[in-house]
């Protein structure tokens, strides 16, 4: 595997600085506020209630849609359904990864998982 660059490590530090800094502005300038009824946004939750249930929804909808476009793929032929799920899963990590990293680093030293941390 090659050694990456400084330069490219320097670009994922900033990519990722930029992820976290924009996830963690939303939740304590947005949603916080929205949720204590302190200022409103256009988010389709009021309570923690409701926003519980909108994830529990979010939860099974991205699921759902993975399965769905595992049964698409198969009909796009073996070469091209293989590429495109390729192509999806290689994106799809990446931006897990991000969330991955910054759950990690927002939850006590004592509960983060060693292989992520």
Avoid at 11 to 37: A, D, G, S, Y
Wanted: aromatic share 14%; proline share 3%; charged share 30%.
């Amino acid at each position: 595997m090659a050694k990456k660059s400084a330069f490219g490590r320097f670009i994922r530090f900033v990519r990722h600085t930029w992820f976290c800094t924009q996830v963690e502005r939303e939740i304590f300038n947005r949603i916080f506020p929205h949720l204590e009824r302190e200022r409103k946004f256009d988010y389709p939750f009021h309570s923690d209630e409701t926003l519980k249930q909108l994830l529990a929804h979010a939860n099974r909808d991205l699921l759902r849609y993975i399965d769905t476009i595992e049964i698409q793929a198969r009909h796009m032929g073996k070469a091209h359904g293989d590429a495109f799920r390729f192509i999806m899963y290689r994106d799809l990590n990446e931006r897990m990864l991000q969330y991955l990293n910054l759950a990690q680093w927002r939850v006590p030293t004592a509960q983060r998982i060693p292989e992520f941390a």
